[in-house]
């Protein structure tokens, strides 16, 4: 039996610039019983997260030719060449690869895992799309029920194949850190993820609290804090006129992310878009973090009544929650405990789950 795992090509399955799909792949591998046999595909990359298990494509040598549809026509090549019949094909993100892959590999099993908007992405924006979807996927995956909602949008008669299966996310420690006293954001510098928010909430508290320090971690694009938008440039010449308490950090590893998560008293997600799952929410849940977000997409899913979370956020909402945990040593420590007690993302159950659901496949063909 094998399972065969095609990332969007946009993905770098790598150790120092994995993003959200191949750090779910990976913490879901890690825990998976099926672990000598997964095989995944990708876009090339220097430093891939396994070496025995991922096999990375080099872009095709004509530049119009689709690179998702390269790397599907390989993997499709390979498949066809091996004898073990018993085989699954899992399609993160791309769903339009479903009826290319379908066409070649009819007689094995193929699922679809959703991480984004089902409605927002080719192949899958249409309801007669997403029907014909559903009739020859054996299984589409959703991050949260948000993104179930999407898919199911103005579709009728037997959606049981449509399923949940939260991110997993690695719990590092097994007691509850120390504490500094450290506010973050960390993510893209995107004006989605309203990184501008978080900056000028703290711009006006800062120096009320000249013993708390103040991060911004992360870049434009994933990989690189070197090339910037004039967006980003703005908000970082906003975030450095703070003064010394402000740190810009740039761009880190996802291993890196969890030891600033480790020690940070309060984290601001101030997401303005509908966030398919959040995952930073989980990872700062797994450290025990106070977290202040936004009520958008999946991210009341994953946090529930375990933060502070803001209807049509603004910098002066952020500000105000903010003060209620800086002002209040007991409340700051209530949120931590709350992250930290009520954590239940982790990528041993998130992998457990999809593997009751691979063995089904194999042993049925149906889930």
Avoid at 306 to 313: D, K, T, V
Wanted: net charge positive; aromatic share 10%.
């Amino acid at each position: 039996m094998k399972i065969n795992i095609i990332l969007p090509h946009r993905e770098k399955f790598d150790k120092y610039k994995a993003s959200s799909v191949s750090i779910t792949v990976k913490n879901n591998f890690k825990h998976s019983e099926y672990k000598k046999n997964i095989m995944i595909y990708g876009q090339d990359t220097e430093n891939p997260i396994f070496t025995k298990n991922f096999t990375g494509f080099k872009n095709p040598f004509l530049f119009f030719l689709s690179r998702n549809k390269n790397i599907a026509k390989k993997m499709c090549k390979i498949i066809l060449s091996e004898k073990d019949k018993k085989q699954i094909i899992e399609i993160h993100n791309r769903p339009y690869l479903l009826n290319f892959i379908y066409k070649r590999l009819k007689e094995y099993p193929i699922t679809l895992f959703y991480h984004n908007d089902p409605q927002g992405m080719l192949g899958s924006k249409t309801i007669k799309e997403r029907e014909q979807l559903l009739k020859k996927a054996k299984g589409i995956f959703c991050v949260s029920e948000y993104i179930k909602s999407k898919f199911l949008e103005g579709l009728h008669g037997d959606t049981s194949k449509v399923i949940v299966i939260y991110n997993g996310v690695e719990r590092r420690l097994k007691q509850f850190p120390v504490k500094n006293r450290e506010i973050i954001f960390l993510g893209r510098f995107v004006p989605e993820k309203g990184v501008h928010l978080y900056v000028n909430a703290i711009s006006k508290i800062a120096n009320k609290f000249p013993d708390w320090k103040f991060r911004l971690i992360g870049s434009t694009y994933l990989g690189s804090s070197k090339k910037q938008t004039s967006y980003a440039l703005k908000v970082i010449k906003d975030f450095r006129n703070i003064g010394g308490q402000a740190i810009l950090e740039g761009f880190i590893s996802s291993r890196a992310a969890q030891k600033k998560m480790e020690t940070a008293s309060i984290i601001v997600i101030p997401s303005i878009w509908n966030e398919p799952y959040g995952l930073v929410v989980a990872e700062a849940m797994s450290n025990g973090v106070a977290i202040i977000t936004s009520n958008v997409g999946g991210i009341p899913e994953i946090i529930k009544d375990n933060g502070l979370i803001i209807s049509e956020i603004s910098e002066n909402k952020i500000e105000m929650a903010l003060l209620s945990l800086l002002n209040s040593p007991k409340n700051l420590k209530k949120f931590q405990k709350l992250s930290w007690d009520n954590f239940n993302h982790s990528s041993v159950s998130s992998s457990q789950k999809l593997d009751h659901y691979r063995k089904r496949l194999i042993l049925t063909s149906e889930l």
